[in-house]
């Protein structure tokens, strides 16, 4: 056995939505774009501090190594970071030559490790 279909059909429900007017804002007889006194009070504060020092990353570590006079071996590089060796000398590659244009130059004594070294643009 089958139940009969209903005979009604379905409504749509129509919402009434009310909306508040918008209230305007409130000048005093000022400018609206003028701040308030308490706002330059705060803008003045923050103008008077300090600036904050740059965020030292690894790759600033790194410049400061290489720009020594004596320059910087692969594990000077790792004991600073923390990185492997071949992500530093990716990051000598591409982050700091392709990228950011330094020029390294590296030097291996006789005997000794080799040395890496950013020259100074001439």
Do not use: C, F
Not at 23 to 52: D, F, R, W, Y
Not at 70 to 91: N, S
Not at 103 to 117: A, E, F, N, T, W
Request: glycine share 6%.
């Amino acid at each position: 056995m089958s139940k009969p279909k209903s005979t009604k059909t379905k409504k749509a429900a129509v919402s009434t939505v009310k909306t508040k007017p918008v209230k305007s804002i409130k000048t005093n007889g000022k400018h609206p774009q003028e701040p308030s006194t308490a706002m330059k009070a705060g803008l003045a504060a923050v103008a008077a501090m300090p600036p904050t020092p740059p965020k030292e990353t690894k790759l600033s570590l790194i410049i400061k190594l290489l720009s020594r006079p004596e320059g910087a071996t692969i594990d000077d590089m790792v004991a600073v970071t923390g990185w492997q060796k071949h992500t530093l000398r990716a990051a000598l590659s591409h982050a700091l030559v392709k990228k950011r244009g330094y020029q390294i130059v590296s030097d291996k004594p006789q005997g000794g490790q080799r040395l890496y070294k950013i020259v100074e643009p001439v």
